[in-house]
């Protein structure tokens, strides 16, 4: 069974820095599209980033491009976002979440929180 762990949230000033962790189980992590999502409070879930198989393709949400690095570590079962330059409105919820097979985001990590004070 995939199970995604998140850790590295926390309060940060604006203009600081954040690098979340995603640790997964399962012996098959290098074959898995892996994204990150956020939720701020009365928002609904919106697209972070995602990074493919090989980790040789990455997308990024527009708000977060040139701000956000996603990675991975396939040795490692980890997937990493690299959080720099934060803002107020990057405040939420962040989810790790992965793509096993198929094409939907079907497995999600339980959340991290990441707070952002102006």
């Known amino acids: 069974q995939v199970q995604l762990v998140e850790s590295g949230g926390g309060l940060v000033q604006a203009g600081g820095s954040l690098r979340l962790s995603c640790a997964a189980s399962g012996r098959t992590f290098g074959s898995w599209l892996m994204g990150w999502f956020r939720q701020a409070p009365g928002k609904e879930r919106e697209f972070v980033a995602s990074?493919?198989?090989?980790?040789?393709?990455?997308y990024y949400a527009g708000s977060v491009k040139g701000r956000f690095t996603i990675s991975r570590d396939n040795v490692k079962n980890t997937v990493f976002l690299q959080m720099s330059s934060l803002k107020p409105e990057d405040t939420a919820v962040y989810y790790c979440?992965?793509?096993?097979?198929?094409?939907?985001?079907?497995?999600w990590g339980q959340g991290t929180q990441v707070t952002v004070s102006s």
């Open positions: 990074i493919s198989r090989s980790g040789s393709n990455v």
């Open positions: 979440a992965a793509i096993p097979s198929g094409s939907n985001w079907s497995v």
